[in-house]
């Protein structure tokens, strides 16, 4: 069965950057949309983007301008690029896989933390 596996969460100033990984260890990876959600203290878990199997990525307003995506297929690896981060940017970030026939995520990163303090 894969899984998923995210990291690169931390303690970040405002206005840093941060990488954040995911790495699966399945090759549904190369035929899956990649998404990361974020759940901040407190609130309901949100989309921040998602990347096609192709690489066309879609992101939130929230983060537009901000966050980038970028995925190794080869690899079976993502990432999430944050930068000019802010404060309201502290939360758990999650990576997940979905199938092209899949209404939901068929698999989840134990998520990372993110912390966005001066």
């Known amino acids: 069965q894969g899984h998923l596996v995210d990291s690169g969460g931390g303690l970040v100033q405002p206005g840093g950057s941060r990488r954040l990984s995911c790495v699966a260890d399945?090759?549904?990876?190369?035929?899956?949309?990649m998404a990361w959600y974020r759940q901040p203290p407190g609130k309901e878990r949100e989309l921040v983007a998602s990347?096609?199997?192709?690489?066309?990525?879609t992101i939130a307003d929230s983060v537009k301008g901000r966050f980038t995506l970028s995925r190794d297929n080869a690899q079976n690896r993502g990432y999430l690029h944050m930068n000019n981060v802010k404060p309201e940017d502290t939360a758990v970030y999650y990576c997940?896989?979905?199938?092209?026939?899949?209404?939901?995520?068929?698999?989840w990163g134990q998520g990372t933390q993110v912390t966005v303090s001066s």
């Open positions: 997940t896989l979905k199938g092209t026939l899949s209404r939901r995520p068929d698999y």
């Open positions: 990347i096609s199997r192709q690489g066309e990525p």
């Open positions: 399945t090759i549904f990876f190369r035929v899956a949309t």
